[in-house]
């Protein structure tokens, strides 16, 4: 009943909300019944609970948020993921493959027609200035650079190769492929313009957000891939989230120094062949 006055402020949008529950709720039953009648079904987090590397495929059954989430686990044990979408009516799931229905019909077909892909990962190594070091946990999609506070500008430099750039922006996006069809493709100005890459693309692409108009056409490090090493160094109160994940914050502050690389581990990910 709280939820339902709650909903009535935002556009009356309870019976929306409480369907997708349904639909989710039956999905997971379809999962559980007719996809892996044998297999166990847990909540994400059991999953440090369980010794991953003895599993044969891990089924990430939700939206695109909850697959990177997942993805984190399988990346450390190298265990292949599915990604299932648990509701297909009000989700894209662009990094969803596969819906309950699909993976039954795919299951009673011997997994016929089925391809694995590769996705690369990006992790940074952060130096802070008492000069303790962090590695990151791989991102799978995006990274994202900021203020710690949004109504405050971001302030860092970016070295690449053999340029060195001050910039002052509202963030920088670092997107995989597997991240390029999302917030770096509408973080664009000119959203017209597909910006989108391979999932299996051997770089990473470095976006500056919201510049101004001279800022843009004089800065020269706005919008490029990386193939090998990228640097910033916080000028501000910062923070570096991986996959917008609030589990996955590290701390930004004035003179910390981030290295960010395409790491040797991939995630492997099970796919129609068709989409291919």
């Known amino acids: 009943e709280t939820f339902k006055e709650l909903r009535k402020t935002l556009n009356n949008s309870y019976d929306r909300v409480y369907q997708s529950h349904i639909r989710q709720l039956e999905s997971r039953k379809t999962i559980q019944n007719e996809a892996f009648p044998t297999s166990e079904c847990i909540f994400r987090s059991g999953l440090e609970e369980r010794e991953l590397q003895t599993y044969d495929l891990i089924i990430a059954l939700g939206g695109d948020n909850h697959f990177t989430y997942i993805g984190h686990y399988c990346m450390d044990y190298q265990v292949p993921i599915l990604g299932c979408n648990s509701d297909v009516k009000t989700s894209l799931g662009a990094l969803l493959y596969f819906s309950p229905q699909s993976l039954v019909a795919t299951i009673q077909n011997n997994w016929q027609g089925?391809?694995?892909?590769?996705?690369?990962?990006?992790?940074?190594?952060?130096?802070?200035?008492?000069n303790s070091v962090v590695e990151t946990m791989g991102c799978i999609s995006e990274i994202s650079i900021r203020n710690n506070n949004p109504d405050l500008i971001s302030h860092y430099y970016i070295s690449y190769q053999d340029t060195i750039e001050e910039q002052k922006s509202s963030g920088v996006l670092l997107a995989t492929g597997a991240g390029s069809t999302g917030w770096y493709?509408?973080?664009?100005?000119?959203?017209?313009?597909?910006?989108?890459?391979?999932?299996?693309?051997?770089?990473?692409?470095?976006?500056?957000?919201?510049?101004?108009?001279?800022a843009?056409?004089?800065?020269?490090?706005?919008?490029?891939?990386?193939?090998?090493?990228?640097?910033?160094?916080?000028?501000?109160d910062g923070g570096i989230s991986i996959d917008c994940l609030p589990e996955r914050v590290y701390p930004f502050p004035p003179g910390t120094i981030a290295e960010f690389q395409l790491s040797q581990k991939t995630l492997t990910v099970l796919k129609p062949a068709e989409l291919a």
């Open 114 to 130: 089925i391809c694995i892909e590769n996705w690369p990962l990006v992790f940074a190594k952060i130096t802070y200035p008492d």
């Open 216 to 236: 843009r056409r004089k800065y020269k490090l706005t919008d490029f891939p990386v193939y090998q090493e990228c640097t910033f160094i916080s000028d501000m």
């Open 185 to 214: 493709q509408s973080g664009h100005y000119n959203q017209d313009i597909d910006k989108s890459f391979a999932k299996e693309s051997n770089f990473f692409q470095v976006y500056a957000r919201e510049l101004s108009k001279s």
